[in-house]
């Protein structure tokens, strides 16, 4: 018998506190043991990433799942410091998006897919 996978830390970059909700819920609801982690937007997600100030003991995190839509400091922005860092772009980062048209063509730089709403 295979012992059960440990949990990874997952950094979800969401602005909005409904939307969050819901991805918690549907963690819960699917008995996903994984760590979340949340920035509420796209500078405090870098912090959390490089570990910076309030974040300085953040975990590593194993996955992103980045909403495009954020303030100021939008997802494109972040995703774009993301894919240049020697050390984060090993991270897989999944897409959020509302919009019917995706993530478009400025969030290259080896996005593979995305999720829209």
């Known amino acids: 018998m295979t012992p059960p996978a440990l949990p990874i830390e ?15 819920e549907a963690f819960e609801d699917n008995k996903i043991s994984n760590r979340l982690h949340v920035a509420r937007d796209g500078e405090e997600a870098l912090d959390f990433l490089y570990r910076r100030g309030a974040h300085a003991d953040a975990p590593r995190v194993d996955l992103i799942l980045l909403d495009l839509n954020l303030p100021e ?7 774009e ?3 240049a ?10 897409v959020l998006t509302t919009s019917s048209r995706g993530p478009g063509r ?12």
């Open 10 to 24: 997952v950094l979800l970059v969401e602005d909005d506190p409904g939307d969050e909700l819901m991805t918690r």
């Open 73 to 79: 400091y939008d997802g494109r922005q972040v995703l």
């Open 81 to 83: 410091r993301i894919k």
């Open 85 to 94: 860092d020697g050390d984060l772009r090993a991270i897989p980062v999944v």
């Open 106 to 117: 400025g969030t290259g730089g080896g996005r593979r897919a995305a999720v829209s709403a």
